[in-house]
């Protein structure tokens, strides 16, 4: 009998020790490598911003006035960095092509069926509420009026938040519509939407903001009034 009640202990403490690490693992190490790989992300797109800027400045005043191509965007590569003051003057995170599980490891993702960056229809992102860097774990402080500024390198965007925090359920598919509806928003413009999930250690719900472009500006004109402390 003895033996039986010191192997069920034995075997609950190592039960107990798993899934302490597993917490761990969950609340610690996924925010550390998420730390890690969205940095890289954002030094990545600095790189190629600043080589593309080196490039049109060596092709003359002409060349760097002419509009760029827009870049196509590539499933899990980083194409912009968001910033939300709301969130903290240093809370920064990339943004990159496609909501695959793989992708939002990495950072915010961007819903491929939806509008690009300052275009007309919904530029829609999605992000982690908590685990892998916990993105977007202060989101219900989000109101309207906030702003939420991005750029792809040569242009920032100043987009300023209309309605949200919104609570639906995940197939709520139309938040994301090129007018979502229950943004209030009623004719075609240039939208923003943010998703996360709801509750914090959940994902029963979703949460939601729409917001409007409200301003754009070239890079070379400095940071935009939001991002000025």
Not at 13 to 21: C, E, H, P, S
Not at 30 to 37: E, L, M, Q, R, S
Not at 220 to 228: I, V
Request: glycine share 10%; hydrophobic share 35%.
């Amino acid at each position: 009998m003895r033996v039986i009640v010191r192997t069920v202990s034995e075997l609950c403490i190592t039960v107990g020790a798993l899934i302490v690490l597993f917490v761990l693992y969950v609340l610690f190490w996924t925010g550390v490598k998420a730390d890690g790989v969205m940095d890289d992300q954002i030094a990545q797109l600095q790189r190629e911003w600043s080589r593309g800027a080196a490039q049109r400045s060596a092709a003359g005043p002409g060349a760097s006035a002419s509009p760029r191509k827009p870049a196509p965007y590539h499933y899990g590569k980083p194409f912009a960095i968001m910033y939300i003051p709301r969130l903290g003057f240093t809370w920064n995170k990339p943004v990159l092509e496609g909501t695959g599980t793989d992708v939002l490891k990495k950072g915010l993702a961007h819903y491929a069926r939806t509008a690009r960056l300052g275009q007309e229809g919904d530029f829609a992102v999605a992000g982690h509420r908590r685990t892998y860097g916990d993105p977007f774990k202060d989101f219900p402080e989000l109101r309207p009026g906030d702003a939420v500024v991005l750029t792809d390198g040569t242009t920032w965007f100043t987009y300023r938040i209309d309605k949200g925090p919104y609570k639906t359920v995940p197939t709520d598919v139309e938040v994301i519509d090129p007018v979502p509806r229950k943004s209030g928003y009623t004719r075609p413009g240039r939208y923003l939407t943010l998703t996360t999930c709801d509750p914090e250690w959940g994902h029963s719900h979703r949460l939601i903001v729409w917001a409007h472009l409200d301003s754009t500006q070239p890079v070379e004109a400095g940071k935009p009034k939001a991002l000025r402390r």
